[in-house]
């Protein structure tokens, strides 16, 4: 949707032998690193995971903890972020601060930038509110708000031009400036992420940036991602 991407930065190499290995030390009486030749490959250890773990809603989650990934995610609304880094549990952010970098705001009147390459407004088409009042976005009303958005970047760049601080003129701007920021999680805690912000209820912007999430997460640990999609994706279940 949109411009919004969702990149990986890093994350735990072998994440399901992670996971074993931290289940397996918590009822072997050796050390489990003496014994991680024996351990299964990484393929094997997500059938155990989710035949330990995750099946008939076992409740064990702790070793989901060890592994974690880093992602960068970018052009999003600032209530995006605002809504995901509520979630903030086993998930850690840097994001985007607003005080630090103006100059793109400027560099719309400027002629540099794209109004929409700054700021969001969701495109066109039937929306509903949390009522199920029902109601049109057009083109007409989309092109008034954009022109708003115009308006806020040259009232922006006059009081900068004044000498107002940044943090100042910011409370000129539109809610919806697009910010990005990079976010670590653990394997347990992107699924919170997911449950809560993939529902259906979930606003549209935070459910596409669960969408772009989880190709990194299937790719990453398959087979939980397997088991995750099959039994509390979109259903609205929170994780322990």
């Given at each position: 949707?949109?411009?919004?991407?969702?990149?990986?930065?890093?994350?735990?190499?072998?994440?399901?032998?992670?996971?074993?290995?931290?289940?397996?030390?918590?009822?072997?009486?050796?050390?489990?690193w003496?014994?991680?030749?024996?351990?299964p490959?990484?393929?094997?250890c997500?059938?155990?995971?989710?035949?330990?773990?995750?099946?008939?809603?076992?409740?064990?989650?702790?070793?989901?903890?060890?592994?974690?990934?880093?992602?960068?995610?970018?052009?999003?609304?600032?209530?995006?972020?605002?809504?995901?880094?509520?979630?903030?549990?086993?998930?850690?952010?840097?994001?985007?601060?607003?005080?630090?970098?103006?100059?793109?705001?400027?560099?719309?009147?400027?002629?540099?930038?794209?109004?929409?390459?700054?700021?969001?407004?969701?495109?066109?088409?039937?929306?509903?509110?949390?009522?199920?009042?029902?109601?049109?976005?057009?083109?007409?009303?989309?092109?008034e708000?954009?022109?708003?958005?115009?308006?806020?970047?040259?009232?922006?760049?006059?009081?900068?031009?004044?000498?107002?601080?940044?943090?100042?003129?910011?409370?000129?701007?539109?809610?919806?400036?697009?910010?990005?920021?990079?976010?670590?999680?653990?394997?347990?805690?992107?699924?919170?992420l997911?449950?809560?912000?993939?529902?259906?209820?979930?606003?549209?912007?935070?459910?596409?940036?669960?969408?772009?999430?989880?190709?990194?997460?299937?790719?990453?640990?398959?087979?939980?991602?397997?088991?995750?999609?099959?039994?509390?994706?979109?259903?609205?279940?929170?994780?322990?």
């Amino acid at each position: 949707m949109d411009r919004f991407t969702v990149a990986l930065i890093s994350q735990t190499p072998n994440p399901q032998q992670v996971i074993y290995g931290a289940m397996h030390q918590d009822y072997a009486e050796g050390f489990v690193w003496d014994e991680r030749d024996r351990w299964p490959g990484e393929e094997k250890c997500g059938d155990v995971i989710v035949k330990q773990l995750l099946q008939g809603n076992r409740g064990h989650y702790g070793p989901l903890e060890h592994p974690q990934i880093v992602l960068n995610c970018g052009w999003f609304p600032h209530s995006t972020m605002q809504q995901v880094r509520t979630h903030r549990v086993g998930v850690s952010f840097d994001v985007q601060s607003f005080r630090y970098t103006g100059q793109r705001i400027l560099d719309v009147i400027e002629g540099k930038r794209e109004l929409e390459d700054v700021f969001y407004l969701r495109p066109l088409g039937s929306y509903s509110d949390r009522q199920g009042k029902k109601y049109d976005y057009t083109e007409d009303l989309r092109q008034e708000d954009l022109d708003w958005c115009l308006q806020a970047c040259h009232r922006y760049a006059e009081r900068i031009h004044q000498g107002f601080a940044e943090e100042h003129a910011r409370g000129l701007i539109p809610f919806d400036i697009r910010q990005h920021w990079v976010m670590s999680a653990n394997v347990r805690s992107l699924m919170h992420l997911l449950d809560l912000r993939w529902k259906a209820d979930a606003q549209l912007e935070a459910q596409k940036l669960c969408e772009q999430i989880w190709p990194h997460f299937q790719a990453w640990v398959p087979a939980i991602a397997a088991w995750y999609e099959a039994n509390r994706l979109k259903k609205a279940r929170l994780s322990p």
